[in-house]
């Protein structure tokens, strides 16, 4: 006696995959690569190349395999190099304590009115960042709205003067890049369940203790987020130095673009780019090193 399988019933059909379907998550990917080629891999190529290449404007660049031009503009700009990572990170910590408190507020205090404060927080970012700069050009000249008046008091000589010196840099390096920090924070500050808050509360512990041991260890994928978002252009800016800054302050930003835009020596501007770059991704992954990513991975997944 013959048995036959019926193959119509609904738990043994099979589903037919369409040709191609597995190649979907690709072709969906497809694009981003693209634009990251065409955008940064090309160009960083083309800059490795440059970088190893001898010759002048006029005559043009041949690639000689030049290595040297890396010890050579280390050797000469050293000096800038150092201080645009100090002024950085001095950037990146006034920006830490200004915009964690701002962040807290808004996230925990603000209410409905989260949103007013979060355009208030981005509405300079509708300006452009040359003027921003140029504006506290103006509020810190030496006889301008805010020194002008104290000077006429007396309450500070006539030689005191704040442009031209790391303090304005700094600030505004700070003022630039606060949105930068405060975003990020308060993103990871706006998940915090409210009932783990109640409950530290509850387990008598104060608020200090609440903060220490309950919040901010929940809100570390938002601070180092928002470090990395502002210690690596703050390191790399030019604008704030050119504009608020002097000779003794000038940034390895500065120094890139007159290499290129000046001088036009493009490998040794190619080269110093590439310095920054290696110089930047070190401290990065120190501070992840020293921070912990494990631990602020584990944070985030909460």
């Not at 995959?17 to 998550?25: D, M």
């Not at 690569?33 to 940064?40: R, V």
């Not at 120094?255 to 493009?266: A, H, K, M, P, S």
């Amino acid at each position: 006696m013959e048995r036959t399988v019926r193959t119509d019933l609904p738990g043994l059909t099979r589903r037919r995959r369409r040709p191609g379907a597995s190649l979907a998550p690709y072709w969906l990917i497809l694009p981003g690569w693209l634009w990251l080629a065409a955008f940064f891999i090309t160009p960083v190529i083309v800059m490795v190349s440059l970088s190893l290449q001898t010759g002048d404007f006029i005559d043009g660049f041949r690639q000689t395999w030049h290595v040297a031009t890396y010890a050579d503009v280390v050797h000469t700009y050293h000096v800038q190099l150092v201080r645009s990572l100090l002024y950085g990170a001095a950037a990146t910590v006034c920006c830490a304590l200004i915009g964690y408190p701002v962040a807290y507020w808004i996230a925990f205090r603000a209410g409905r009115h989260k949103s007013v404060f979060l355009f208030v927080l981005l509405l300079p970012f509708f300006v452009s960042f040359v003027i921003r700069t140029q504006s506290w050009n103006v509020v810190l000249a030496d006889h301008g709205v805010l020194l002008g008046p104290l000077k006429d008091l007396g309450l500070l000589s006539d030689g005191f003067h704040v442009l031209a010196t790391p303090y304005a840099v700094i600030g505004g390096l700070t003022y630039n890049f606060l949105p930068f920090m405060v975003l990020p924070v308060y993103v990871a500050l706006e998940r915090v369940d409210p009932k783990v808050i109640e409950a530290s509360t509850d387990l008598y512990a104060s608020r200090t203790a609440t903060f220490t041991r309950v919040v901010l260890p929940l809100s570390l994928p938002g601070v180092f987020a928002g470090v990395l978002l502002t210690f690596v252009p703050a390191s790399a800016d030019y604008v704030n130095a050119g504009i608020l800054g002097g000779p003794s302050t000038t940034m390895i930003g500065n120094i890139i673009q007159t290499e290129y835009f000046t001088n036009l020596d493009y490998p040794g501007a190619a080269a110093l780019s590439f310095v920054l770059m290696g110089a930047l991704l070190l401290a990065v992954f120190t501070y992840a090193r020293t921070l912990g990513t494990d631990e602020v991975l584990r944070a985030a997944a909460r």
